[in-house]
């Protein structure tokens, strides 16, 4: 038995233990190396061919000069390790053992270290064999993009007249490139050329370069042939479309399925209308930008506890009405489906979309208006004339110019935006600037018409107010006391546990009713009254509809941005005279009574003559299933914001030579306005039919709103082209010593008491809105349909 005296065993035991940590770290040196291998090279092996991207070759060749770098230092590392254990070896040989037989350390006890030498040196001489194979690689792959390369350190920014801003872009491109990851996503790596091919390609910046020809994208695949509407039967589809998760979501639902037989037979009534009528099938998307997460959805928690209901009223009929007309439709209610239906590339949104935009239209509100530019980059102004912004309370023109509202103090949170003001959608037609959207109210057959008659209480009132606050108002306990004396009063006022304090104990309170519920009071009751607020609701014509008479306010002064908490910021200078003024305007007596509640003998004999007053139930035609539907699709099928033309800019310069075009306008019989004469050529494809353009002139202090309405018609913006011109103030006998183009949104008009006569030179300013005492504008008005007056007698 061969021995070891105890100083051998603790020096064999102190170099094993040198040893295994050398094994460890070897070991990972060689699994490290490994995977370093199979990332490095192997891109180079697998990736695409060179000149497949202009942009990979410079990251290909500086990441394998870098690999080849690393594998030389792996090389010196391991080099350097041998020579460590060799010196290791040397000093464990030298060390003092006891002599003799006995003493000597068996040599097969170091056999393990002398193998792991061995095998660091096999892994040295791999690494340099690999290091050498990686410059063989560099020199093949440098010598294949020698060309490619060279035309990308030689790139200049092209001085180009028809791309006056290239220069500019590309210097913002040098400094700024790095602050959003899209430009890396298509491709952008600090280069010049990137910038150029990202400034060419992409975007539209700069002309293309010409040695790019071979590698430039596909052109756009030419448009899918147009496929015809047809009007749908069944709103199961519609249901799972607009999805689930938020109470909102399902208010609109329930909605849906309580309209669902008025919808499915208004469907049925405007296809026997429309015949065989062409209709174009379009792709559209519905985001419900107050609704997302990002914009704080204060809606959806509220729909329970008495909250507004409006919005979600009329998003619910838009996607009803979209829907069996016959669309394809998409609905998003959150930022990351709108980001997915568009396209949007990954970044902070300053690049255009990947694709191009798979949408003929999209139905948004402010809210989702804002959070698509935030995201489109340069796109949101190429589709722009897409969009259609629902708007409850309009954006006047003077508003909607970016520049003018800057200018003239008219800038707000929710205006410039620069569209078109005919693409902003409003609950009422209280702006004719704007597009009538609408919304619909439940309609009564004859026979449900009857029994409301038959069981009215005509001594019974409902309260217009679901929130406590509402009952806030100052001075309501003296109306109210008055109206105590005659009525019994009803609220359905949302509470929890207790009776809110703000509504009095005389009050039958019902707490917040089921739709259904709230529509059997109604028709019981003789009278809706409002408190002032909220403005512009849905519920007032609900009430009507039902056969009550409603009552409301009279505010004096009206109310306006300009001295009311509540407008101040929206993109309106309206006056509202009254919490209703659609109610009071188009409707009027015996269903609406509009009184001053300060004044307690007029409130008092208001009661009383309403009490007396027999009101069958009314509901205006174009707030029915039908007139929406109508009214729809006479928008879709006819405006078309990206095509149309615009007006000629106003002439710098006439010489005597040069003769304008006669005007298509002639004075009327009576000589009191003009209108298209019948000589003058008509394009038929113009919508609105210019035969129902009528041209009269304002008083003072009367907007074109009022001055069409004043004459039975509504104004028309659409026409304002054709009034935009010296010779209409002749035909209309007004003097002008002098005419000016500029930049107004009350123009076209003339300052008569010194004869100065301004036309409009921007288009987009064109404005039914506005007066000054200074002006006597010119109006384009227009005939409508009997109870839709979104529609010209000839517009459908």
Partial sequence: MITVNADGKIMVRRCLVTLRPFRIFVLGIGFFTL??????????????????????????????????????????MLEML??????????????????????????????PAAGLMERIQAIAQNVSDIAIKVD??????????????????????????????????????????????CYAFFGVDGTECSFLIYLSEVEWFCPPLPWRNRTAALPSPPPLPRVQAAFQSDLAHLLELIGTGKESLSFMKKRIRHLAQQWLQATRRLELKLKDRQRDKKHILIHIGFLTEESGDVFSPRVLK?????EMVQWADILAALFLLGHSLRVTVSLKELQSHLGVPPGRGNCPLTSPLPFDLIYTDYH???????HMGLSFKKYRCRVRVIDTFGTEPAYNHEEYATLRGYRT???????????????????????????????????????????KVSSMAVVYGKEASIWKVQGKEKFLAILNKYMEIHGTVYYETQRPPEVPAFVKNHGLLPQHEFQQLLRKAKLFIGFGFPYEGPAPLEAIANGCVFLQARFNPPHSSLNHEFFRGKPTSREVSSQHPYAEDFIGKPHVWTVDYNNSEEFEAAIKTIMRTQVDPYLPYEYTCEGMLERIHAYIQHQDFCTMSSPPLPPKAK????????????????????????????????????????????????????????????????????LNKKEVFLQLSITCDSTEYEMNHLYPAVAENVHECYLQKEPLLFSCAGYNTKYRRLCPCRDYRQGQVALCRDCL
């Fill in 306 to 310: 008495g909250g507004p209901l409006g």
């Fill in 136 to 181: 063989q690689i560099l020199r093949n792959s440098l010598l294949n993009g020698k060309v490619v390369e060279g035309r990308r350190d030689q790139c200049e920014v092209p001085r180009d007249p028809k791309y006056p801003d290239c220069a500019g872009k590309v210097e913002w491109m040098r400094a700024r490139w790095t602050s959003d990851p």
């Fill in 368 to 374: 989702g208006l804002q959070q698509m530019k935030q």
């Fill in 655 to 722: 010489s005597p030579a040069m003769q304008s075009p006669p005007s298509p306008l002639a004075l009327s019989p009576n000589a009191t306005h003009l209108v298209w004469s019948p000589s003058a050529s008509r394009d038929p494809h113009a919508w609105p039919p210019v035969d129902s353009l009528q041209v009269w002139v304002s008083e003072t202090r009367h907007s074109c709103t009022e001055t069409c309405r004043q004459h039975g018609l509504v104004c028309e913006p659409t026409f304002f082209r054709f």
């Fill in 413 to 455: 949170n929710w205006g410039y935006w620069n569209l078109q003001p005919t693409q902003f959608m409003t609950m009422f037609p209280h702006t004719p600037d704007n597009s009538f959207m609408g919304f619909v109210s439940e309609e009564l057959n004859k026979t449900e018409k009857q029994f409301i008659k038959s069981n």
């Fill in 82 to 111: 041998m020579k460590r254990m060799d010196i290791l070896a040397r000093l464990e040989n030298s060390t003092d053992f006891h002599k003799g037989d006995e003493a000597r350390f068996p040599l097969d006890r170091f056999q």
């Fill in 35 to 76: 995977c370093f291998l199979m990332t490095s090279l192997g891109g180079q092996f697998s990736a695409k061919r060179l000149g497949d991207s202009p942009f990979t070759i410079r990251t290909e060749v500086m990441g394998a000069l870098e690999s080849r770098g690393v594998l030389r230092r792996m090389s010196d």
